[in-house]
């Protein structure tokens, strides 16, 4: 589904009409009943970048947004999930392949410049093949398959963000560079149980 933006135009905890206040010189949608600040709306996207020797996992997507479009899988990420189980699960869901990230390749912000979406923020991970086998879910992808970068060219309808990833991705590859970006890394502390951090190595 295509995240809409929406105006609250009531608060979304009580229900009280909301208000516009100047809040930091800017209006705000604020509630006269509770502290509820309407910030804005964003939404959080992970796409996995996974290579087979010089070719890299694509799928073409079988429902809009985005139909009939070449990409690397992913979607969105759920509320409270970790954006690596995020991806994880995605390319499970849509490909049947079972894969741990590597580390963070990319990161694309698009601010809401497309009437009707949200912020958007998606996060590229590199991905490593842990098992499973290549089999789709046609509700939701039409194909999906390991291309060439040559392949990958030719495809007419490819987004022209996974073709940049797998491009790098096979570039790094083959400079000996494995674990591209940042990685997550392990026993420092943040605050939260959920919470992760992903630094250069
Ligand atoms: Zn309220």
């Not at 995240?3 to 009280?16: D, I, K, L, S, V």
Request: net charge negative.
């Amino acid at each position: 589904m295509q995240p809409t933006y929406c105006e609250f135009n009531f608060c979304p905890y009580c229900g009280a009409k909301l208000e516009i206040t100047l809040i930091d010189n800017k209006p705000r949608k604020t509630c006269p009943a509770c502290p509820f600040i309407h910030w804005g709306e964003y939404s959080l996207g992970v796409g996995g970048v996974l290579l087979q020797g010089e070719r890299g996992l694509l799928v073409q997507r079988a429902h809009n947004p985005g139909k009939g479009r070449w990409t690397i899988p992913g979607g969105y990420v759920d509320q409270n999930e970790k954006m690596e189980k995020a991806v994880v699960r995605e390319v499970l869901e849509e490909t049947g392949l079972i894969t741990e990230p590597v580390s963070v390749l990319a990161v694309r912000d698009r601010p809401e410049d497309v009437p009707g979406m949200k912020h958007d923020i998606y996060i590229v991970f590199l991905l490593r093949l842990l098992g499973g086998e290549l089999k789709f879910d046609p509700g939701e992808v039409m194909q999906a398959g390991f291309y060439s970068l040559e392949d990958c060219q030719k495809l007419e309808n490819i987004a022209p963000l996974s073709l940049e990833m797998i491009s790098k991705a096979l570039q790094y590859t083959r400079e000996g560079n494995l674990a591209p970006g940042f990685i997550r890394r392990e026993g420092i502390k943040v605050v939260g149980a959920l919470s992760e951090l992903y630094t250069l190595p």
